[in-house]
């Protein structure tokens, strides 16, 4: 598995979508296209209804994007386990320690990475916590992963299992609690994350090309625009370009692909179709048979990397 995952070392920010109030795209327009997937509208949309769907998109966007391009915190559990099964790799401060296949942490740095960019990261701190590594699975106990510069934290458990081969491989949870620590203005609150019967296919078509295809829910607790639960599902694979001299790395944003995601608690569906100059998709979100928002926006804004 490592030759697969390396490349994947390019958790949410969040950006602001066109349309409605929202900023940041490169075009916007607000219309009343219907959408055969959404339920029969019974009573129009309040205004107040309208700007809470829109903040909830806004919200999950960036994150579910990330996890769809393997640059999310599924990736980031995934490659370091990868590296402490491997035994590659020490931490380059702290450390951990392996009796069998139980592994322990102690304030190891230097094994987990989060994306801060295009083929871009940084690594965590491993604060605590054990995770079990087997070849095909890894189950983590109360992992907390920190991020110094930010004060953010992550307590994480849930397994993964892992089938495949360097070119084709497929990883699944059935579920992965997450009780998030995050930075608010002057301020942190805690926030959970239930992601529940995840599945991602990985199928690299080429020395050149790799297909994502991703399904899953994600159920939130206490976020900054209260409770929601949605889920997510690459309709069409995202394709990218990767580089198989960097390892397999990913080199360009999706130039083909959808990506859909449901928020479960107001039947609203928010779009993003990939455009084919790789840099730009096309977002979209429809509720009541009735689209609230549409623009162009940069992958790089799509995904938090240009802030």
């Excluded at 916007?28 to 029969?40: H, K, L, M």
């Excluded at 995050?182 to 609150?189: L, P, S, T």
Aim: net charge negative; hydrophobic share 35%.
């Amino acid at each position: 598995m490592k030759s697969l995952l390396k490349f994947t070392a390019i958790c949410g920010a969040l950006i602001m979508m066109t349309g409605c109030g929202g900023g940041g795209g490169d075009s916007q327009s607000n219309g009343s296209n219907t959408n055969p997937n959404t339920e029969n509208p019974s009573t129009p949309l309040t205004e107040q209804q309208i700007q809470n769907i829109i903040a909830i998109s806004n919200e999950t966007v960036p994150g579910i994007a990330r996890e769809n391009l393997l640059h999310g915190i599924v990736d980031t559990l995934i490659y370091g386990g990868d590296q402490v099964l491997d035994g590659e790799k020490k931490c380059s401060s702290g450390s951990y320690t392996k009796t069998g296949d139980v592994v322990i942490f102690d304030n190891c740095k230097g094994l987990f990475e989060t994306a801060t960019g295009l083929n871009q990261h940084q690594y965590l701190t491993v604060v605590s916590g054990k995770v079990t590594v087997t070849e095909g699975s890894y189950d983590y106990q109360d992992v907390v992963l920190l991020d110094a510069d930010s004060g953010e934290s992550q307590k994480v458990s849930g397994k993964f299992n892992i089938s495949g081969n360097d070119n084709n491989a497929v990883v699944t949870t059935d579920k992965l609690n997450i009780l998030a620590t995050e930075k608010i203005a002057n301020a942190f609150a805690d926030v959970t994350y239930l992601l529940e019967n995840y599945k991602l296919n990985y199928d690299k078509k080429s020395g050149l090309e790799l297909a994502l295809t991703t399904i899953g829910t994600l159920t939130v607790t206490n976020s900054t625009v209260g409770d929601y639960k949605i889920k997510f599902e690459t309709t069409q694979p995202l394709f990218v370009q990767i580089d198989a001299a960097q390892d397999d790395a990913i080199v360009s944003y999706p130039y083909s692909g959808v990506l859909k995601i449901t928020d479960l608690n107001n039947s609203a569906i928010t779009t993003l179709t990939a455009n084919n100059d790789k840099k730009t998709a096309l977002v979209s979100i429809i509720a009541n048979q009735k689209e609230l928002a549409n623009g162009i926006q940069n992958w790089a804004d799509i995904l938090g990397y240009s802030k």
